[in-house]
């Protein structure tokens, strides 16, 4: 079956440090991945996303690339802000059979103090 | 606008009773989607239907019922409320079925069970 696993948090961080947030997973066939993300107390916003293999995603200065020899996609970004404290979710989608569904990683809590 | 929206925002209730979430998107999508998180953020399906057809149904107790009365709204009814159902449950809908086709989601429904 698919699966997410991303690198266990909570994550803290001073102003303008370097993020990188882990996420390996596992799937059949040709998956998209995605990364989300909650701010405290609101449902989730697509981050970035790729659809195929070495598609980079970017968005608000956040990037991953979609690497299929190590099933990995990566969330970076060079200068984390006070306003990216949330939680981020990596997540796979596929297609065909029973697949229609997200498959979420637990999470990866980051602080990014003052 | 508001893309997805649920009623209501805070649901508290004893155990027992019944309750129902609704779930409107205004986006024009075919699919639509229901998902639990629990205390611990994880996140995970509970049911999905395109077309009002149900094509996702994971292994969620018979007292969930979910009801797509037409293509733009997706109810959550629950019977026999139980403690461990206390939870954030957020409705998700997508333009169709494709594996690169994001999810936008709701604000969440935080139910709690006393």
């Known amino acids: 079956g698919n699966s997410v696993t991303q690198m266990e948090g909570p994550v803290t961080l001073s102003e303008e440090a370097f993020l990188t947030i882990n996420c390996t997973y596992t799937?059949?066939?040709?998956?998209?991945l995605f990364w989300y993300v909650q701010y405290p107390g609101e449902g989730l916003q697509l981050l970035l996303k790729?659809?195929?293999?070495?598609d980079k995603g970017s968005n608000k200065g956040f990037e991953a690339t979609y690497r299929k020899e190590t099933t990995s996609f990566h969330l970076e970004k060079g200068s984390v802000q006070v306003s990216d404290s949330a939680v981020y979710f990596c997540a796979l989608q596929n297609s065909g059979g029973s697949n229609y569904k997200l498959t979420f990683g637990k999470g990866t809590l980051l602080t990014v103090n003052p | 606008d508001t893309a997805v929206s649920q009623t209501p925002k805070y649901l508290v209730t004893q155990m027992g009773n019944d309750k129902s979430i609704k779930c409107e998107q205004n986006?024009?999508?075919?699919?639509m989607y229901w998902y639990k998180q629990d205390s611990k953020k994880f996140l995970k399906i509970m049911f999905s239907y395109n077309n009002k057809e149900l094509i996702i149904n994971e292994t969620v107790p018979n007292r969930f019922s979910p009801k797509s009365p037409d293509k733009a709204h997706l109810n959550l009814h629950i019977n026999s409320l139980e403690l461990g159902d206390s939870a954030v449950y957020f409705c998700?809908?997508?333009?169709?079925?494709?594996?690169?086709?994001?999810?936008?989601f709701g604000p969440g429904t935080r139910l709690t069970v006393l």
């Open positions: 790729a659809t195929k293999a070495d």
């Open positions: 986006l024009g999508h075919d699919t």
């Open positions: 799937a059949t066939g040709y998956p998209s």
């Open positions: 998700a809908s997508s333009q169709d079925l494709a594996s690169r086709d994001t999810q936008y």
